[in-house]
T-cell receptor, first 117, second 114 residues
Framework: GAVVSQHPSRVICKSGTSVKIECRSL??????MFWYRQFPKQSLMLMAT?????????EQGVEKDKFLINHASLTLSTLTVTSAHPEDSSFYIC?????????????FGPGTRLTVL | GENVEQHPSTLSVQEGDSAVIKCTYS??????FPWYKQELGKGPQLIID?????GEKKDQRIAVTLNKTAKHFSLHITETQPEDSAVYFC?????????????FGKGTKLSVIP
């Protein structure tokens, strides 16, 4: 399947700082990527859809000014958690769609564990 | 929007036995149903998917069945092995403008006992 990478895999930061997470499609171009958030023992919650060359589309209840998304190229989307607080601690996962053999599949990155002290 | 229900939430089986996880969905227009396996601390991995034009798909020890009339689909794992232990998620897309955005079930924690 298609490969999606994320960096960093883990990050620990102090409250009030900003953290940037990168999501890359390694062997394909992705016009659309997705950002999810997952709390322990829970399912994936879609935060936003990242669109190359245009503004991201945020799900209801997700603050766009707090979770800044930039999709500057066909292989890179970034999520910046601004002024992070302990309640932002979570597992953040990106994904990308791949069109293969006439069908679309969604592949996930390995995730980024964010801990805000 | 789409609503996906997944059962059971936890499942323990003896190594070599079969495991079945079931999901129901609400949007009759949904036409794509993937299953993901997530190991601890890792991102979800697509293991199998099925489209609405078929009723069953098999890949070695893993199979998925789909009943569009009843709006449910199931994951079947045969001859389970300890490395099958993980959390499994089903998903279905919604309809309308956000039709490709997947809605996930709450997950099933599968434990395969050696």
């Amino acid at each position: 399947g298609a490969v999606v990478s994320q960096h960093p895999s883990r990050v620990i930061c102090k409250s009030g700082t900003s953290v940037k997470i990168e999501c890359r499609s390694l062997d394909f171009q992705a016009t659309t990527m997705f950002w999810y958030r997952q709390f322990p023992k829970q399912s994936l919650m879609l935060m936003a859809t990242s669109n190359e060359g245009s503004k991201a589309t945020y799900e209801q209840g997700v603050e766009k000014d707090k979770f800044l998304i930039n999709h500057a190229s066909l292989t890179l989307s970034t999520l910046t958690v601004t002024s992070a607080h302990p309640e932002d601690s979570s597992f953040y996962i990106c994904s990308a769609r791949v069109l293969a053999s006439g069908s679309t599949q969604e592949y996930f990155g390995p995730g980024t564990r964010l801990t805000v002290l | 929007g789409e609503n996906v229900e997944q059962h059971p939430s936890t499942l323990s089986v003896q190594e070599g036995d079969s495991a079945v996880i079931k999901c129901t969905y609400s949007d009759s227009a949904s036409n794509y149903f993937p299953w993901y396996k997530q190991e601890l601390g890792k991102g979800p991995q697509l293991i199998i998917d099925i489209r609405s034009n078929v009723g069953e798909k098999k890949d070695q020890r893993i199979a998925v069945t789909l009943n569009k009339t009843a709006k449910h689909f199931s994951l079947h794992i045969t001859e389970t092995q300890p490395e099958d232990s993980a959390v499994y998620f089903c998903a279905a897309p919604g309809s309308g403008a956000g039709s490709y955005q997947l809605t996930f079930g709450k997950g099933t924690k599968l434990s395969v006992i050696p």
